[in-house]
């Protein structure tokens, strides 16, 4: 109660008007693109408004990034990028991690000469 009054009595004395309309909080809304984003194995894409939201599906291993889930990935972020009506793109995890590392069974065959002529990670980026 106390706080409430100061704070009244300190924007009075600074004669600070209420927040306009257009910048008090309000919920956001959801709208969702009339065209469908292209669909992935091994991520989720989805649109609202004008925010691409891609999500990393891979829950039996916890998001370990493989090389075929980072070429879904890359996809996927340069289809939202090449999109003039997108303004943001976020990208998520599932509910237990975001994403564990590489994908070291993918790996683990591999040598370091191996990953080096084939330019292993290449294709990452």
Request: hydrophobic fraction near 45%.
């Amino acid at each position: 109660m106390l706080r409430a009054a100061v704070a009244t009595t300190a924007a009075a004395r600074l004669s600070l008007a209420p927040l306009p309309l257009l910048l008090q909080r309000t919920p956001p809304r959801r709208f969702l693109s009339a065209s469908a984003p292209a669909s992935y194995t091994y991520v989720l894409t989805e649109k609202r408004d004008r925010v691409g939201l891609v999500t990393l599906n891979r829950p039996d291993a916890l998001n370990a990034l493989s090389s075929p889930l980072m070429k879904d990935l890359n996809d996927a972020l340069r289809e939202f990028d090449a999109d003039d009506s997108v303004g943001a793109i976020v990208l998520t995890g599932s509910d237990r991690a975001f994403a564990a590392g590489a994908d070291i069974k993918e790996m683990q065959p591999l040598t370091m000469v191996g990953n080096i002529k084939s330019n292993y990670l290449g294709d990452w980026t």
